[in-house]
């Protein structure tokens, strides 16, 4: 019986990678082995020395290339975003991407909070281990050396974080929303009790998250399991992203309302996709609630292992969750930026 059933899951995770190799054909991908090797990058600020990693494609178009910034979460580094631990890293799917579509990829590395782990100074104010850097003028400096050493495009910047990242990216986006095109917040909400002011300018938001998220509550409240407030309060997914639409004049019934296609019948999880704002290349907002997922980015290619989902809570596979960001991005501008 036991044979049996190691027979059925080998079976499952083979047709698993089978469907995720056809996937990928589909959507053109090219695969990390073939991906620019990021490398260390260090920018001087008041706070000291501040690292990135930047990945530059082998081809280089004719004209400025976009810029896309990945933000780790709470206790991560760049080098673990992008793939260069020992863990997976869905966001490393950006190498692929990037040689294949000609962009710029930055990882920063956060600093170490009260509590010695690697964070960002996003906008809660009841957090008792965010470092107390100025990570808002940290990304504007990584923005203005990209667009004078390597051409980065000021009119397709984007900004993507996860978790605290994720936290930090909205905090960026509210403060100097005008200076991206778009920004994209996985397992992330806007703080409760916030330090940071209304949301400075119109701006294209996608909103990844997971009903049965323990670490960043979907329905808003206390951050972390066991940590008895010390990580705040959020606001919660759906209240996020209302106040993103009443800033950005995206009012009355969404444009798309659709479940995403179902890949594995032995995943739970299942993803419902909804869109206000119609044109891809205009101010758009969009909702990815990945019902019965945990706090983990959503992936085909870069599965996570049972001992980690253990703790995090289930993986999403029906999306690749970079190759979804840079469909929603790819066609979006800074406002005000001629097409």
Known sequence: MQQGKSVGASRRRWQQRV???????CL???????AAAPQPQTLARPEGPRQYLLALPDHAPAGPRPLVILLHGHGGSAAQALGQARTAAPLSEWLAIGQREG?????PDGLSGSDGRSGWNDCRRDTATNPRSDDVAFLSALIEREVAQHRADPNRIYLMGMSNGGLMALRYAMEAGDRLAGVVAVSASMATDSRCPSIKAPLSLLLIGGTADGTMPWDGGPVGRRQEGRRGRVIGAEATVMRWRERDGLFGEPQRSESVPHRDPADPTRAQRTVWGARPDGLQIELLRLDGAGHVEP???HRVTAAYAAVVGRQNGDIEVAEEAWTFLRDK?????AH
């Open 28 to 34: 053109g991908w090219t695969g990390l082995a073939q």
């Open 333 to 337: 501008r800074r406002q005000g930026a």
């Open 103 to 107: 962009l710029l990829i930055a990882a």
């Open 299 to 301: 992936s085909l290619r």
């Open 19 to 25: 469907g995720a190799l056809a996937l990928g054909a």
